[in-house]
């Protein structure tokens, strides 16, 4: 984990910072509203990373933000099983991500982008594509 708190970057660059570091293998990247000194709003900006992409992450971090300093701690990470699969809906294909702990179906996932997609497509609410999607798939997997 590489943590850093920033207080004084444009929020519109995070954005930006977050897409070189999953570009670069980061795992997750994710911001924490947090109060820094003098009761200055700020962000804790964290990334989970395999060792072997430190340096990458170092090296986007230095230059695209505004930190002085990192703090890196070893952490473990569990996932469960994950299968990925087509669900074929009405409103067209979409990938769908299912969780699996102890052989069994603990999550069901439709990928967002392409419910998006779909939905502005056909011109119905992003749920409802979402729902079919989540519906098929629980259909097909029990």
Same mark, same amino acid.
Not at 24 to 49: C, E, W, Y
């Given at each position: 984990?590489?943590?850093?708190? *920033? #207080? #004084?970057?444009?929020?519109?660059?995070?954005?930006?910072?977050?897409?070189?570091?999953?570009?670069?293998?980061?795992?997750? !990247?994710? @911001?924490?509203? /947090?109060?820094?000194?003098?009761?200055?709003?700020?962000?804790?900006?964290? /990334?989970?990373?395999?060792?072997?992409?430190?340096?990458?992450? @170092?090296? !986007?971090?230095?230059?695209?933000?505004?930190?002085?300093? !990192?703090? *890196?701690?070893? /952490?473990?990470?569990?996932?469960?099983?994950?299968?990925?699969? *087509?669900?074929?809906?009405?409103?067209?294909?979409?990938?769908?991500? $299912?969780? /699996?702990?102890?052989?069994? *179906?603990?999550?069901?996932?439709?990928?967002?982008?392409?419910?998006?997609?779909?939905?502005?497509?056909? =011109? $119905?609410? @992003?749920?409802? !594509?979402?729902?079919?999607?989540?519906?098929?798939?629980?259909? =097909?997997?029990?």
């Amino acid at each position: 984990m590489i943590e850093t708190n *920033i #207080d #004084d970057m444009n929020p519109e660059f995070y954005d930006y910072i977050m897409d070189q570091l999953f570009s670069q293998g980061a795992l997750d !990247v994710f @911001l924490t509203p /947090i109060q820094m000194k003098k009761n200055r709003p700020a962000h804790m900006f964290s /990334i989970i990373v395999y060792e072997q992409n430190f340096k990458e992450m @170092l090296e !986007v971090l230095f230059s695209e933000s505004t930190t002085l300093g !990192v703090r *890196i701690r070893e /952490i473990k990470r569990l996932r469960l099983v994950q299968q990925n699969f *087509i669900a074929d809906t009405k409103y067209g294909k979409i990938k769908v991500k $299912v969780g /699996i702990f102890k052989g069994k *179906i603990k999550n069901i996932a439709p990928e967002y982008e392409d419910c998006k997609k779909m939905a502005k497509q056909h =011109k $119905v609410p @992003l749920k409802e !594509v979402y729902e079919e999607a989540k519906n098929i798939a629980n259909d =097909k997997l029990r």
